[in-house]
């Protein structure tokens, strides 16, 4: 063997060690996006526990009526009506950070004002709702602001599994979150238990003041008056076939789903006799499943078709739920066609909302993605509050268990329309100027 040959032998590179555990992707390495999902997954624990704390602190602390416990949670939901279209055109102008920074302190000042006010004996229903109206107002501005940021710290092709975790961290809040809720109410009293929340939110912004990578201000002479940027925004939305199809559909999902998990709380208990505790299995199973989706998602994307893909996990998040209303004897299949039924929809839904909001990224200039996201949330939250708004006038005409097989019913004829976009015929990520 020649000299020559013994060199291009040494120079063939090492077969790499396989690695004995699974490392979920590879973003490991980017130490920006890790310092982002270490905050947001803490603040999305603490937010779990601020979903319980308020309105226990509400009964316990305040008595509340029924009618101002309603009027409570309407005040956490409403500003994601009319907000997301203004605020969505001041993210788009400008640097993500310092404003989820600020809405983090904001929310940091605003939760910690409930102990406070609790413990001097200051606590009244009417500030609660400025509070959860103020919370909920910064909520919509960090949401807004995250779902543009990700693409800056992470490329295209890592969109998906940086999505993913960040919708695992979401998953496993709703898991844990409640528990963790119950527990420190449990021993420091409602009220207090929103420290945590509070601090939590501390813990994001220390994370993202950690962040490295440099966000360049958008140019001022591309911007328009702020009523043509909105106008841009709903424009570009309505245009771009895929975005006009996922909004189509999530609106649709979140019209269906208002109405049945409004009329499922009361079926279960009034016709099928669930307890408290098997409701809250049945939730938390389901949460499980909405946990391993995100896991599952980067990896079964590489495998199939990415529009077969999308259309396939949105219907197996959609069809199981006509089978509740199939079943009305309070036996163990009844039991187990429930659990079955919440853990596929929320393990296909964990995977549909990664890969869906990754091609919306994808197809999204990114001096737009602020106004494009919040042109969403208007029309898929507003579909939420007409959904509940609907469900009290179908269960009183129709019936609690017909009430769940119309939503069923629905549920499957909002599937339609994906199946005859462009978005089924997507083999891959699309590039942006492709689709404008």
């Known amino acids: 063997m020649s000299l020559k040959d013994v060199h291009s032998l040494s120079s063939v590179p090492p077969t790499p060690k396989r690695r004995w555990y699974y490392r979920w992707g590879e973003l490991w390495e980017n130490g920006d996006f890790l310092k982002f999902w270490l905050g947001e997954s803490v603040s999305l624990f603490g937010s779990?526990?601020?979903?319980?704390?308020?309105?226990?602190?509400?009964?316990?602390?305040?008595?509340?009526?029924?009618?101002?416990?309603?009027?409570?949670?309407?005040?956490?939901?409403?500003?994601?009506?009319?907000?997301?279209?203004?605020?969505?055109?001041?993210?788009?102008?400008?640097?993500?950070?310092?404003?989820?920074i600020v809405a983090n302190l904001l929310r940091t000042c605003l939760i910690a004002l409930v102990p406070l006010l609790a413990a001097l004996h200051l606590l009244q229903i009417t500030l609660l709702y400025a509070i959860v109206f103020s919370v909920g107002t910064c909520t919509v501005?960090?949401?807004?602001?995250?779902?543009?940021?990700?693409?800056?710290l992470v490329r295209k092709k890592y969109l998906v599994e940086a999505n993913s975790k960040i919708a695992a961290s979401m998953a496993a809040a709703?898991?844990?979150?409640?528990?963790?809720?119950?527990?420190?109410?449990?021993?420091?009293?409602?009220?207090?238990?929103?420290?945590?929340?509070?601090?939590?939110?501390?813990?994001?912004?220390?994370?993202?003041?950690?962040?490295?990578?440099?966000?360049?201000?958008?140019?001022?002479?591309?911007?328009?008056?702020?009523?043509?940027?909105?106008?841009?925004?709903?424009r570009f939305a309505v245009h771009n076939p895929y975005i006009r199809t996922l909004a189509f559909q999530a609106a649709a999902w979140n019209f269906c789903f208002a109405i049945l998990d409004t009329i499922f709380l009361l079926y279960a208990i009034r016709e099928l006799a669930f307890s408290p505790g098997l409701l809250g299995l049945i939730y938390a199973i389901g949460s499980v499943g909405g946990l391993l989706g995100p896991v599952l998602a980067t990896t079964l994307m590489k495998r199939f078709h990415l529009g077969w893909f999308i259309s396939g996990t949105f219907t197996l998040g959609s069809t199981p739920f006509i089978f509740l209303s199939l079943f009305i004897a309070p036996h163990l299949l009844v039991v187990a066609v429930c659990l079955a039924v919440f853990f596929l929809v929320h393990i296909a839904l964990?995977?549909?909302?990664?890969?869906?909001?990754?091609?919306?990224?994808?197809?999204?200039?990114?001096?737009m993605m602020g106004r494009v996201s919040a042109s969403l949330r208007v029309v898929t939250y507003g579909a939420t509050s007409l959904g509940a708004l609907t469900s009290g006038f179908i269960g009183a005409m129709v019936g609690l268990r017909m009430s769940i097989f119309l939503a069923g019913c629905g549920f499957i004829v909002a599937l339609l329309p994906i199946f005859f976009s462009p978005v089924i015929r997507l083999r891959s990520m699309p590039d942006p100027k492709a689709t404008m």
């Open 48 to 100: 779990q526990v601020t979903l319980v704390a308020i309105p226990l602190a509400a009964i316990l602390v305040l008595q509340v009526t029924p009618q101002q416990l309603g009027l409570l949670r309407t005040f956490e939901w409403l500003p994601y009506i009319p907000l997301p279209l203004l605020l969505g055109v001041w993210v788009d102008r400008r640097r993500r950070r310092p404003l989820m």
């Open 141 to 152: 501005l960090f949401d807004l602001c995250w779902q543009s940021y990700v693409p800056l």
């Open 174 to 234: 709703e898991v844990g979150g409640p528990g963790l809720a119950g527990v420190l109410i449990q021993i420091l009293s409602a009220p207090a238990a929103l420290l945590v929340d509070s601090l939590s939110y501390l813990v994001s912004i220390l994370s993202l003041c950690l962040i490295k990578q440099r966000e360049t201000r958008p140019e001022r002479e591309l911007q328009l008056s702020w009523y043509r940027e909105v106008v841009e925004g709903v």
């Open 350 to 367: 964990g995977i549909y909302t990664v890969v869906s909001i990754s091609l919306r990224q994808a197809v999204t200039a990114h001096n």
